[in-house]
């Protein structure tokens, strides 16, 4: 019987705390398949990207007509794709008995599996049409 659980954890403090956690309750069973550091609420960060992106846009754009000796006339599309970060690939199934979750531990910091938050990314595309006169 295989039985699969994904754990919301908001305080990075306690991510390892949570894993033993599960490792313990599941014995030797117990196979971690990944641990996936996300961004909850992105809306702040795709409003500074889009400023961001728009103000890239236009500057290429304006240095686009310059090279090709056109001035550049109104918008006339705009349109933005936003990218999930991509999915982390999950690490290979470990066997918790190979690294001492068999064993019985108590909870202090030594004893906490360690976690790395790394870099959640965000991406943001945006495609700018000018007239030109």
């Known amino acids: 019987m295989v039985n699969l659980a994904a754990v919301k954890v908001r305080d990075l403090d306690r991510v390892g705390a949570a894993i033993d956690a599960a490792a313990r309750a ?32 236009l500057a ?46 108590t909870l202090d910091e030594s004893s906490l599996s360690p976690s790395s938050v790394g870099e959640p990314r965000l991406t943001l595309t945006v495609q700018a049409a000018f007239e030109i006169n």
């Not at 030797?28 to 103000?55: C, K, M, N, S, W």
Request: aromatic share 6%; proline share 12%.
């Open 60 to 105: 290429k754009a304006e240095h686009y007509a310059a090279l090709a000796d056109v001035s550049l006339g109104r918008l006339v599309l705009l349109q933005e794709t936003a990218s999930p970060p991509p999915a982390p690939l999950p690490p290979p199934p470990r066997d918790l008995a190979e690294t001492a979750f068999d064993t019985a531990a």
């Open 26 to 57: 599941g014995g030797d069973a117990t196979r971690i398949h990944g641990v996936r550091f996300t961004v909850e609420d992105t809306g702040p960060y795709l409003a500074q990207l889009r400023e961001l992106a728009v103000a890239d846009a």
